[in-house]
């Protein structure tokens, strides 16, 4: 998990890498659709519980597992197609 990230700031740049878009043009931002503050809090407060958290965002289900990684992939999909950032 990077540690010097924000999760909330990950997911971004994951779902932006997944449209093949700019982090800035991705509407609505991610802090109107989750609590940015919290999730970051979580995943930053995990060193011994195992967590996950999953949510839709922008017709793209995101996935944050205990170590930090996140999955997302279209949220119609298999998630076997996916784009993973660590």
Do not use: N
């Amino acid at each position: 998990m990077s540690k010097t990230v924000p999760t909330s700031i990950r997911v971004v740049q994951g779902v932006a890498a997944y449209e093949d878009v700019e982090p800035i043009d991705l509407e609505p931002p991610l802090h109107e659709v989750v609590d940015t503050d919290a999730l970051d809090a979580l995943f930053r407060s995990t060193h011994d519980s195992s967590v996950a958290v999953e949510f839709t965002y922008r017709g793209t289900h995101v996935r944050i597992d205990d170590s930090g990684e996140i999955e997302v992939t279209a949220a119609t999909e298999d998630p076997g197609s996916s784009t993973a950032v660590e």
